[in-house]
């Protein structure tokens, strides 16, 4: 048996010798993923990098009150209107009050939030659906509810969330439709009878409104199709758009961009945009959890501006939009700081071909 010890020289030899076949050889195929299994494995990814959530509930909840406008048919006004001894609370336009914090509101600073919304903003960008026709309706289910306040002032009470369901025109060219539980329905349209609301939560009031341009604050699907992507471009066309609309620049923008996010469904880029957009707005933060008119819980981003803090619910996982809420983030005569003032919950967003007609389960 030949025990002497190999030379430096035969292991570089057949090293020599192995590289050579090599070189022969053609590379070994490397198994591609099927599209399915790219996505689920992306999205998986993007849910381990999600800030995640605190041992404990967040203690705040809220969802904001904004003014929710009717597309095509309701005006960007933000004062109060009295129905039944009852206003509407409309917090966002209270003179002298300036940005705050909310105690105990779990916010972050703002880099994480500019990376969460990219995460959002990829996540929307490679959402999958049907396009919507010019002669469709979008059609927009969703469970909300806003505190009213009496006449006299006082500390607002919290309604129970209901169901709201509205019908818009993709191209603006025909009537829409709004059904609140409780509430009679109310034509949308762009010429003729029309209802209109003058603050979130209040009734619909008739009115006449001829038709005007689409716009951010009167925006139909076409519109919001027709969105500039780049998000620099996109956030100087809604500043532009929503100047004189009450509010600082920057929060008129947040409003903007949370009313197209509620009652409008952006095409996967359009989408994409407005996130990347919302980015870019100085005092977005992060709350941890936050949960929707429904109960889902989920990440937020959120902005403090004159006496409340309106956020931003989404799925941890999907990055899917869930609804909005609203809190007091000032004690005053409405109540203590933390007191929520507004929430909403988004069910279904679809495609339909004629108004009252609901999506197949």
């Not at 990829?122 to 909300?144: G, H, M, N």
């Amino acid at each position: 048996m030949n025990t002497a010890p190999r030379h430096p020289s035969d292991h570089a030899s057949e090293e020599d010798e192995r590289l050579g076949l090599t070189t022969l050889l053609p590379p070994p195929p490397v198994p591609g993923l099927a599209p399915g299994r790219e996505l689920v494995l992306r999205q998986a990814l993007l849910a381990d990098s999600a800030p995640a959530g605190p041992s404990g509930r967040l203690a705040v909840r809220a969802t904001r009150p904004r003014r929710r406008l009717v597309r095509l048919a309701v005006p960007a006004v933000v004062c109060a209107l009295a129905v039944g001894g009852v206003v509407a609370v409309n917090l966002a336009d209270a003179p002298g009050r300036g940005t705050t914090a909310v105690p105990g509101g779990g916010a972050t600073e703002a880099p994480e939030a500019t990376r969460l919304l990219d995460r959002i903003a990829l996540a929307a960008a490679e959402e999958k659906r049907p396009t919507v026709r010019a002669d469709q309706f979008v059609y927009i289910e969703s469970k909300v509810a806003y505190a009213g306040q009496s006449a006299g002032g006082g500390p607002v009470s919290m309604p129970p969330v209901h169901r709201r369901q509205v019908w818009l025109s993709a191209d603006g060219s025909r009537a829409g439709l709004l059904r609140e539980a409780g509430e009679p329905a109310t034509p949308l349209g762009t010429d003729g009878p029309v209802g209109i609301l003058d603050g979130p939560g209040a009734t619909p009031r008739p009115s006449t409104l001829h038709a005007s341009d689409p716009s951010i604050s009167n925006p139909t699907h076409a519109y919001v199709a027709s969105l500039p992507t780049d998000p620099d471009a996109l956030l100087e066309l809604i500043r532009d758009e929503t100047r004189g609309e009450g509010q600082d620049p920057d929060q008129r923008a947040f409003t903007a961009i949370g009313d197209l996010l509620a009652e409008t469904w952006a095409p996967p880029e359009a989408g994409a945009a407005l996130y990347r957009a919302a980015a870019k707005i100085p005092g977005v933060t992060v709350i941890r959890a936050a949960d929707d008119a429904t109960g889902r819980e989920g990440v937020a981003v959120a902005r403090t501006a004159h006496g409340q803090q309106t956020q931003w619910i989404f799925d941890r996982s999907t990055y899917a939009f869930l609804g909005e809420r609203t809190v007091l983030a000032e004690a005053g005569d409405a109540g203590p700081a933390g007191t929520v003032v507004g929430t909403s919950a988004v069910l279904t967003r679809a495609a339909v071909d004629s108004v009252g007609k609901t999506p197949a389960p």
